[in-house]
Each structure stands twice: as C-alpha cells, then as structure tokens.
C-alpha cells in the first residue's frame, strides 16, 4: 500500500492518481482518500467503471478523461459532484449499436442516471467521445449535429451550465425543452453489399449497360428536332442543303 500511496498527488483537498493503467479505481483511494476529497483526477488510467467511488461520499469535482469508459457507465450517488469530465473514453450513447448508425441520442440511458446520481451537476464535458460530434475530432460531421447533440444533453440534464467547452444558453434550454426529445441523426443503410461498386452513370436503359451481353433497345422520342432556332444553321447556304 505504501507503494501505491507514493503514486498519489495529494494537494489539500484534490487527488490525482494519472496514468498508472488501473483497470478498476483502487481500494486504497477510497480507504485513505475518501471522506475528505473534493477533486478526484483518474485520468490518463483503463478505467472500466467507476464503482469504487461509492467511498468518495464529499466529491464535487472529477475528471476521468482518457480512459475506457462506455455506455454501462455507472457512479454511486454523489450529491456534491458539479463538475464531471469524460474525455476521450469510449461512450456512444447506443444501446444497440448498428455500423450504420451514427448517433442515436433517444436511447441514452447514461445520461437519465447522471440526472438521477449527480443533482448537482453543472459541468459536463464528453468532447473525444463518439457520442459528441465535435468537428474537432469528427471531421464528418458538422456544427448542426453538434447543436443537436447539445439538445438532447439539456434536455436530459438541464441543470447545466457548461457543456464541453461552451456556456450553455437560455435559448438553448428553451429548445431543448421544446424538441430535445426527438434529436438524432442517423446515416441512411445502405442496400447495397459491402463488396458491391456502383455502375458508372450512363443514360442508357438498363438493359443496353451489359458489354458481354448487350442488346439494341428501341423507343419512341418525345421530342421532335426541327432546327429552326439551331445557331449551325445561319451559317448553312441553301445550295448546301
């Protein structure tokens, strides 16, 4: 245990235990740390939950960026905590991911059990997740998916003031209240196989497209050509015609 402590950085109230590749937050943190912490720093570890807060009973501030926490995200009821940042982990916001969706808010469980464990919440960031479509680290998408994403987030947990790196707006919580709820954006399926390359464009009937296989096809034209108003024409003598 004493070794374990020498990796602490202990300054008054606020804890940092980064980058030592813990799996599950250690026993030791809790035991020794607990009652008294105000500011928790597991970043920078390979974090799957976070279950071994439930010591941490006067946390107000943590962050838990670059780890590996996902969807089954769950923390003890900390009724203190105001600021909470996930970094970089690995949260989608999916219950059933499809290679075809890109995001689907409405299925957010994680953030209904954040309303209900931290009522004190009031910064939340989630930039460098899947779940937030940040241009930044998201080149395909856009500012209207990210507005979006932040909808929902305030719709689920309006509370907030922060969210990633922008003061949350009046507006913003007046729209989400209004349409949160419905603020998704799926990538259309595709029909076609994975192996399959689409046919370069041709004006041709379907049936005229098959170089191994091709066949004359006939068809009446709507349009009849007169050349009357053709510009070749001014420069054609009768005795040509």
């Known amino acids: 245990m004493a070794h374990n402590e020498?990796?602490?950085a202990l300054n008054g109230t606020q804890i940092s235990y980064i980058g030592h590749d813990c799996k599950n937050i250690p026993d030791f943190l809790g035991d020794r740390y607990?009652?008294?912490?105000?500011?928790?720093?597991?970043?920078?570890?390979?974090?799957?939950?976070?279950?071994?807060l439930k010591m941490f009973t006067e946390l107000e501030e943590l962050v838990a960026d670059n780890n590996l926490l996902g969807n089954d995200l769950r923390l003890p009821r900390l009724p203190k905590l105001h600021t909470l940042t996930l970094n970089k982990n690995q949260i989608s916001f999916e219950t059933n991911p499809s290679p075809f969706l890109i995001f689907d808010l409405q299925s957010s469980a994680l953030l209904e059990h954040l309303a209900d464990v931290t009522p004190s919440l009031e910064y939340?960031?989630?930039?460098?997740?899947?779940?937030?479509p940040n241009q930044l680290?998201?080149?395909?998408k856009d500012e209207d998916d990210y507005q979006r994403y932040r909808y929902f987030v305030l719709h689920k947990l309006p509370q907030l003031k922060f969210l990633?790196?922008?003061k949350v707006t009046k507006k913003e919580v007046m729209e989400a209240q209004a349409r949160g709820a419905f603020m998704k954006v799926v990538k259309p399926k595709s029909e076609a196989g994975p192996e399959s390359h689409?046919?370069?464009?041709?004006?041709l009937p379907r049936g005229s497209r098959d170089a191994k296989n091709h066949k004359g096809v006939f068809a009446k034209c709507r349009y009849v050509y007169y050349g009357k108003h053709s510009e070749g024409n001014r420069f054609i003598r009768n005795d040509q015609l």
């Open 137 to 140: 680290v998201s080149p395909d």
């Open 6 to 8: 020498s990796l602490v």
């Open 34 to 52: 607990g009652k008294f912490a105000r500011r928790l720093d597991l970043s920078f570890n390979q974090l799957r939950s976070l279950a071994g």
């Open 124 to 132: 939340l960031s989630l930039l460098g997740n899947e779940a937030c």
């Open 198 to 203: 689409p046919l370069p464009y041709t004006p």
């Open 164 to 166: 990633d790196t922008r």
